[in-house]
């Protein structure tokens, strides 16, 4: 079966510091990673996506995510938080079964502190 | 240019009422999805239909019925609302090349509120 795990439900860092969200995928194929961005009221959009090419994802705001095979991982990194990163976000595994399912983590929120 | 618009963006009802929710995707995809977050924010499937036939539909009670009248629409009815359907519906579209897996596009959602 396919699964995501976010292993922190809360993070929180200070301004100008680094974040790491943590994401360990369970997939019986090679999986499609995303992690997704929602801002307090809004909808869902795409930070960065996985599907199967370079390991190492750069996405949008400065975010990156590594592919890590032998640890079943995909963690989300930002080498300086700013104010406007406080969200919550979602680590999301895609797999085909007649069509494109997209399984969600259960989401970590960000909190940056000044 | 909004890829997926769903409106409402709130709706408040009373139980026991019928309600829809309606979707639509510019984006010429095959694939539509109805998603519900709820409280914690834990997103979940209901429904996804490939070129308007129904592919997946999660355990979800039979008060709600998808419909889709092309492959750009995909709404949601809900009928005999209850208390427990409140929640924020998302609607989302992706193209399901099997093999080329993109992302989804989500709507901004709808906040339905059952007092």
């Known amino acids: 079966a396919q699964s995501v795990t976010q292993l922190d439900s809360h993070v929180s860092v200070s301004e100008g510091t680094p974040v790491l969200l943590r994401c360990n995928y369970s997939?019986?194929?090679?999986?499609?990673l995303f992690w997704y961005v929602q801002h307090p009221n809004k909808g869902l959009q795409l930070l960065l996506k996985y599907t199967s090419a370079a390991t190492l994802v750069k996405g949008i705001n400065g975010f990156e995510a590594e592919f890590k095979k032998s640890e079943t991982s995909f963690h989300l990194t930002k080498p300086s938080a700013h104010m406007s990163d406080a969200a919550e976000y979602f680590c999301?595994?895609?797999?085909?079964?007649?069509?494109?399912?997209?399984?969600f983590g259960t989401g970590t929120r960000l909190k940056v502190l000044a | 240019d909004t890829a997926v618009s769903q409106t409402p963006k709130y709706l408040v009802t009373q139980m026991g009422n019928d309600k829809s929710i309606k979707c639509e995707q510019n984006?010429?995809?095959?694939?539509m999805y109805w998603y519900k977050q709820d409280s914690k924010k834990f997103l979940k499937i209901m429904f996804s239909?490939?070129?308007?036939?129904?592919?997946i539909n999660e355990t979800v009670p039979n008060r709600f019925s998808p419909k889709s009248p092309d492959k750009a629409h995909l709404n949601l009815h809900i009928n005999s609302l209850e208390l427990g359907d409140s929640a924020v519906y998302f609607c989302?579209?992706?193209?399901?090349?099997?093999?080329?897996?993109?992302?989804?596009?989500f709507g901004q959602g709808t906040r339905l509120t059952v007092v």
């Open positions: 239909y490939n070129n308007k036939e129904l592919i």
């Open positions: 989302a579209s992706s193209q399901s090349d099997r093999g080329q897996n993109t992302e989804a596009f």
């Open positions: 997939s019986s194929y090679s999986p499609s």
């Open positions: 999301v595994v895609s797999f085909y079964s007649g069509t494109y399912k997209y399984i």
């Open positions: 984006l010429g995809h095959d694939t």
